[in-house]
């Protein structure tokens, strides 16, 4: 193996990164270090194969290295490669994710369709929670040490799932016979959302990107350090198992086993206040830091970039999903941003927590990642931006009418409009069970629809959006408005 020599050169380059501006994410991700093969250290667990049950694509596996992490800890992943067998080199990629477990990855859709039918490659890179990656129940000790001691965001889990996936991408290139990569989309859930948002914006080879249930604006789940939570979220969570140890939610209250265990979970790559100020950091600091560990992820911050570079991308979001807590600041400073929002998404998680409609489940998901993925490879139908919105309120009949318009004579077949009344906050455990409510929007003409929804007496606020459905060439794109709030 190749590993990485820690001579002058490599002590330089630790020491640029200890000495960096505290939290910046200025040269965070270094083109030698994503692109080098020399420090991939490939290992071949499985060599070229046909696909059980797919004899036409043949698939490969093989363990990388992603970084050295530190000096002294190089962090490994698998990666599976799926091609058709004929054909030669494959130009168009989709890069998307497998468990850590080193065996070849079972094929899914729309990734199936795409290798079967129109040829498309796919790199199928290994990824987790930190804790669970090699060496298992060390890794993620290791990276708070290293955050605490330089206050470097290099040291967090966005930096590493997204160097994962750009690394992914360095391995299939080394395969030219099958990979000669043009085109490269990358998606996934979650964590795997947040990687592939790392690596379109920093990563000029990603062309496009299809995160799903990760935040392009807003930080998933709770501050970075512990016991920076806003005081009221915690009362709020407090009465939310009292009132569903009750049984007043209709929720069953052995969800609250669930939930407290993934809250638990969600500690482990924290850290505390206390060793936070052992570590010599101010208060500023431990605020700063729950901002900037998730900084190379958030496209908000980044769009002008990405616009530079011509990177296409679609965020698929759930309205009860606290990884992604900003959907009504994203609706109102970037009411053109390309989203899907499924009314009453949630994220997924925990078995026992009882979730009816987890995000990266439903149709509109899956139908949305081949749609985009076949127009961006090949151009099969146009992209569909989605639609302006307006309300109006009708005081004394205690009624709202929202208006959606679409550009350029875009006919949606399917147009809904659907709100919640008094939405709870982000971060709470009322948000995440939440109930909406939907009309049939009527068309007006051409592009403009309309809905006029009753609002309640005790209504304090009422969140609101339109979701739409257009099909060109067989191929259905599903869009939703901004998501916005009226209070009466």
Known sequence: MNRLIFGIGALAFWGVLA?????SIDGIFDRNEIRNPDTLDTKTIVDWHPTPKEPTLIRKLVEITVCEWWPGQPVRIPVTFVVPKEGGPVENVLLINMPLA???ARITEPGLSLAKEKGVGLVMVGMGVIEAMVPAGELHMGMRKRLLETKNPRYSPA???GMSQMRGLTAAVQEAERFQPVKVIASGGSKRGIGSAAAGIFDDRFTGIVPIVAPPMGNPGDPQVIGKQDEAIARINERFYRELKEGKLGLNPEIAVALKDRSERGKMTRITVEQAQAAGWSESDMLRANDAVWDVSRMTGHRAKAGRKG?????????NDSVTPSLLKLGRQWPDFPLCIIPGGQHGGPRGADYTRRVTMQKETLANLETFARYHFFGERTALQ??????????EERQLTITARFAKGAKPESNDLWWSVNKSR??????????WESVPMKRIEGGLLEATIDVPENARRIDFLSTHTHTENGLPWHVSSPYLRFQP
């Open 311 to 319: 990177l296409e991308f679609l965020y698929i979001m759930g309205t």
């Open 386 to 395: 989605g639609p302006g919105i307006e309300h109006s309120w009708d005081a």
């Open 102 to 104: 080193l065996n070849p």
């Open 159 to 161: 930096w590493i799932w």
């Open 426 to 435: 982000p971060h709470t455990r009322y948000f995440e069970y939440d109930s």
């Open 19 to 23: 000495l960096g501006e505290p939290f």
